[in-house]
């Protein structure tokens, strides 16, 4: 579950306001203390009302030697104010 918090906090860092709703998770692999990881965020729907956007993410974590499979594998539904980015340079 502690690689699965990489996940809203990445969102977080590029959309400032976002709203984590939900997250669904498959964990396929473990992932050890001490092991790096990378965390991947991609869109997959984004629905846009008024006043917000309504955005589903697929989540995905790797550890070293398994880029063709996840660890970690879900999608996650947020609700962001802006689909501006955050510059973080």
């Given amino acids: 579950?502690?690689?699965?918090?990489?996940?809203?906090?990445?969102?977080?860092?590029?959309?400032p306001g976002a709203v984590y709703a939900r997250q669904s998770l498959k964990f396929a692999a473990p992932v050890y203390v001490g092991k790096e990881v990378l965390v991947q965020v991609q869109v997959l729907h984004i629905r846009a009302s008024a006043t917000k956007y309504i955005v589903k993410f697929g989540t995905k974590c790797f550890t070293n030697g398994s880029e063709n499979s996840p660890a970690v594998d879900g999608e996650a539904l947020t609700v962001l104010p802006s689909l501006r980015l955050r510059d973080n340079n």
């Fill in 1 to 15: 579950m502690l690689v699965a918090s990489l996940f809203p906090a990445l969102v977080a860092a590029h959309f």
